[in-house]
């Protein structure tokens, strides 16, 4: 199973890219598209570029794929005129497109669980409850910069900035935007903790072996 990893992360990675392709054809504001998709822009290689080095859990990455796909529908359509988001509203009979919170909920959710694999692999930090405090502290930091950097496209753009931001009228956006990114970041850390850890363990002891055989051992 772990020596066909690299391929299945190999075509992931094509069709991610396929369906970045995909939704840059015709979106529905060119800006607005660029600013949702740029994280993606800088993971890819990111991610590329340190697999040998720092390969994630098969886990981790099946997240951040997620979160990609939510980005690029985001970007393709604009947060406040996804169809998936219509169809909450309707169905939870609320006045404004929820679709933006799904994006601010993976915002938490991923990124918990990024923080917590760094964390646990880099030995940074001892004890299950600091360990999860710290990852819940950097879900709050990544949310607060990109509450910032949205700020700053709205300084920036003016009201071509609307689009970006996806207020769509609410005063109390940005707060419950962060407020989601907690629920998200929080949820990660109570339902993925075992699972995760088995993927980590599993991956320790494929360290040691692969150090073991290179020792000649």
């Not at 190999?10 to 949702?36: C, F, K, N, Q």
């Amino acid at each position: 199973m772990h020596s066909q990893r690299p391929q299945t992360l190999m075509l992931a990675a094509a069709v991610l890219i396929v369906l970045l392709a995909i939704s840059g054809i015709h979106p529905y504001d060119r800006a607005t598209w660029v600013l949702e998709v740029f994280p993606i822009l800088i993971a890819l290689p990111v991610l590329a570029m340190t697999y040998r080095r720092f390969p994630l859990t098969t886990l981790l990455y099946t997240l951040i794929f997620a979160h990609a796909v939510v980005l690029m529908v985001g970007g393709a359509y604009t947060y406040a005129r996804v169809p998936l988001g219509f169809w909450l509203a309707d169905l939870l009979d609320i006045h404004r497109n929820p679709y933006d919170k799904i994006g601010h909920f993976m915002q938490g959710f991923v990124p918990a669980v990024v923080a917590r694999e760094i964390f646990i692999r880099g030995q940074y930090v001892r004890g299950r409850k600091m360990l999860a405090f710290l990852a819940l502290c950097v879900v709050m930091a990544i949310s607060a910069c990109y509450e910032l950097f949205e700020w700053a496209s709205a300084l920036a753009l003016g009201q071509g900035a609307d689009e970006f931001l996806g207020t769509q009228g609410d005063p109390w956006d940005t707060q419950s935007d962060m407020f989601f990114a907690l629920i998200g970041g929080t949820t990660a850390l109570v339902v993925l903790p075992r699972i995760h850890d088995r993927q980590l363990q599993y991956f320790a002891s494929l360290t040691t072996l692969t150090a073991l055989r290179q020792q000649g051992l």
